[in-house]
């Protein structure tokens, strides 16, 4: 089965420093990767997306991710991170060609940008 | 262009009652996925609709349903609430089943 592994539950930085939200998902099959954000009592805004082509993704507000496939990898990336990036971050993959329909989200990373 | 919405936004439910949420995704559209969101589980998928049909299914009991329109909105009811149903319920639509998704705000679901 399909699964996803978000390594932090929390990952602490002060404001305007770089920070890395790490991602690996288990496949064997082609996959879609993507990056969601939540913020409180809200629903979740997406960040950035791979579907195909370059690895490396660029995406809203700053941020960024690549796709590793033998690493089996798709970190998250900001060089300099501000008090309204704090937040709780979602990876997510959709499994098999031509069907993003269901979507597999690791347990999520909390953000938090100290001053 | 209008984002995905969801009605009603917070619902307070009894134990045995059933729900019905609905949810009208954005313009021309035509995918439809619902998924549960709890501090224990976190985000697990209910079930995805394109045409009308359903075209997958998380594992969840039959007490958990949905259905598409013609006009792509959705619908997705929860027969004889349990209390382990409480929880935030996403629906999230896509131009079509190869694209990416773009989520509502949301249903938030007590059941007491």
């Known amino acids: 089965a399909q699964s996803v592994t978000q390594l932090d539950s929390q990952v602490p930085v002060f404001e305007e420093a770089p920070v890395e939200l790490r991602c690996n998902y288990s496949?064997?099959?082609?996959?879609?990767l993507f990056w969601y954000v939540q913020y409180p009592n809200q629903g979740l805004q997406l960040l950035l997306k791979?579907?195909?082509?370059?690895?490396l993704v660029k995406g809203i507000n700053g941020f960024e991710a690549e796709f590793n496939k033998s690493q089996t990898s798709f970190h998250l990336r900001k060089p300099s991170v501000h008090i309204s990036d704090t937040a709780e971050y979602f990876c997510?993959?959709?499994?098999?060609?031509?069907?993003?329909?269901?979507?597999?989200f690791g347990q999520g990373t909390t953000l938090q940008v100290k001053p | 262009k209008a984002g995905v919405t969801q009605t009603p936004r917070y619902l307070i439910k009894t134990r045995g009652q059933q729900v019905t949420l609905s949810c009208s995704p954005i313009?021309?559209?035509?995918?439809v996925s619902w998924y549960q969101q709890t501090p224990g589980q976190g985000l697990q998928f209910l079930f995805e609709?394109?045409?009308?049909?359903?075209?997958n299914k998380g594992n969840f009991p039959g007490r958990f349903s949905g259905r598409q329109f013609s006009n792509s909105r959705s619908e997705m009811n929860v027969s004889t609430l349990e209390l382990g149903d409480s929880a935030l319920y996403l629906c999230?639509?896509?131009?079509?089943?190869?694209?990416?998704?773009?989520f509502g705000p949301g249903t938030r679901l007590t059941v007491t």
């Open positions: 999230a639509s896509s131009r079509d089943r190869n694209y990416e998704q773009y």
């Open positions: 496949s064997s099959v082609s996959v879609y």
């Open positions: 791979y579907l195909s082509g370059s690895t």
């Open positions: 997510a993959v959709s499994v098999g060609s031509g069907n993003t329909g269901k979507l597999i």
């Open positions: 313009s021309g559209h035509r995918s």
């Open positions: 609709y394109f045409s009308e049909t359903q075209r």
